[in-house]
């Protein structure tokens, strides 16, 4: 193996513990920021039919319950054979009905915790990480990718927090605003 | 004053508590982020001449030394007779050498809660926050304007981290990639 395979195999398949490190913060770090934050900043969307704050952390939740480990465990299990189950990225504003902030920032942050046990329990190998299973829509996927795009869904949920929140304060920052990217941006998802 | 003309002062002025939860969030928000997390998170940027996490933290703690409640005191004192001083993107360059991130989220804390508290021992008044300043490229600003902006300025902040650190999984997530938002941002900053 040359020395830039060497390092994609690292990129790829090594950092476990740094997408563990990931993982392990975001329930924390998002508790300090909207805890008892007033609601202006958290159930407020960027308009029409976009998400709150309040929506995000439902979906955080969602995710934690019947996608990521869900998804691990049948590549452990199943490999190629058995395709993932389809991901309801709606299935939120059913789940969080009724429920506080307070309370999905309490089941993310003990979700979270207990999936991350279970995936230590695993004591996953480097030939675990490069099982494959089959996404519905995206086909083969190693197991190290389904647990970097985990750490990575975390990023891009910061992201659209941040941008969610911003849009709230786009008319008091006045003459400010065309220094501020977070109000440029326009979300990139599809 | 018609409806839409109070609602309008409502979000430009009457908002302090709400700006003021955002800025004493953020700090204890970002330290449970990123405090020991690997420096492949923290010390690596987006290419190029980009910021890496540990310069976004710098910058952050010089905007608390020298930019926002200094032009803050200067449109109290001096309304628009002075202009501001530009304020020195690049000053952490300088100003975080030899530190650890430990301690650029330990000063930023400690000059952020001591800012707070010197703001809420101003007693602003509806009046205090429409005083005007003089910004050298933006011309009049008002001082509910800086403050929302100093809000904002975390956000766009927060948001440019999660970027940065997205960036560094982008081979990792494999073909996720075209599901992740966040690694199609581009940053919108002039």
Redesign the interface.
Known sequence: MDTKAAA?QH??EH?L???V??LS??P???????R???D??TRRNEDGDTWSVFDVIGHLVCGERVDWMPRAKIILQFGETRVFDPFDRLAQRRESEGKSLHQLLDEFGSLRAANLDELRGFNLTPEDLRRRGR?PA??A??L???L??W???D??H??????I??HQ?R??????S????????E????
């Open positions: 994609n990129a790829t950092s513990p740094d997408m490190a990931v913060r975001t924390p770090a998002l508790n300090a920021f909207l008892d934050l007033p202006v900043w996404h995206l086909g996927v190693t190290s990718q389904l970097a795009t750490a990575a869904h990023l891009t910061l992201h659209q927090i941040s941008r929140m911003a304060c008319a008091a920052v006045g003459p400010w065309d220094y501020l990217g977070v109000l440029r941006c979300g990139h998802s599809s």
